[in-house]
């Protein structure tokens, strides 16, 4: 304590560990700044999503390639599930008998192809046009039953 009266701050010295603690500080401040501007360490987030991105889409084609998504045409135990999962899942937009609605029929040729393999990405991926994704909800094995019906259907 000092009750003087005369200012005295000088002799106030900081302690060691805080001012350890501000230099660390502006340390890891100038480090971080550093690491994340683009222009100073090229780091970047459109890079990593592209990155993420072409991942993906590699485990997509791999995932059709070694699946034999042809596996079930034929197999009428099979094509009946895959008829009750498309009943389920795509009705609504490519009619009961898949004669087409808001999509396209699909008991013709189609423009993404019409084997097994082009229906599983058809499916498992969507298309630009309005066709969603089902390849989370579905899974591998009813997709490729569905497949299986609607190529029982030509
Ligand atoms: C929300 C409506 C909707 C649902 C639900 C839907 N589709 Fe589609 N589907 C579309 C549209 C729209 C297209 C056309 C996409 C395009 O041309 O780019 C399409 C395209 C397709 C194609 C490609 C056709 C071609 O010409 O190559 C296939 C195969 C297909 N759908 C199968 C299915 C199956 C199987 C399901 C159920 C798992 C399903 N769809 C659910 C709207 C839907």
Redesign the pocket.
């Known amino acids: 304590m000092n009750d003087s009266g005369v200012p005295h701050e000088g002799h106030n010295k900081i302690p060691k560990g805080w001012m350890a603690f501000f230099i660390g500080v502006v340390i890891f401040l100038l480090w971080y700044i550093a690491a994340y501007t683009p222009t100073i360490s090229g780091w970047s987030f459109y890079k990593i999503f592209e990155d993420e991105m072409k991942a993906g889409q590699q485990q997509a084609v791999t995932a059709v390639a070694s699946s034999d998504p042809g596996r079930y045409v034929g197999k009428s135990d099979a094509i009946a599930e895959g008829e009750a999962?498309?009943q389920t899942?795509?009705a609504?937009?490519?009619m009961t008998d898949a004669s087409g609605g808001?999509?396209?029929n699909?008991k013709t040729k189609?423009?993404?192809?019409s084997t097994p393999a082009?229906?599983y990405e058809?499916?498992a991926n969507g298309?630009?046009?309005?066709?969603?994704p089902?390849g989370q909800q579905?899974g591998n094995d009813k997709i490729c039953k569905?497949a299986a019906w609607?190529e029982s259907l030509r």
């Open positions: 999962a498309y899942s795509c609504a937009c490519h808001i999509g396209p699909l189609l423009k993404f192809g082009g229906l058809s499916i298309r630009p046009g309005g066709m969603p089902f579905l569905i609607i």
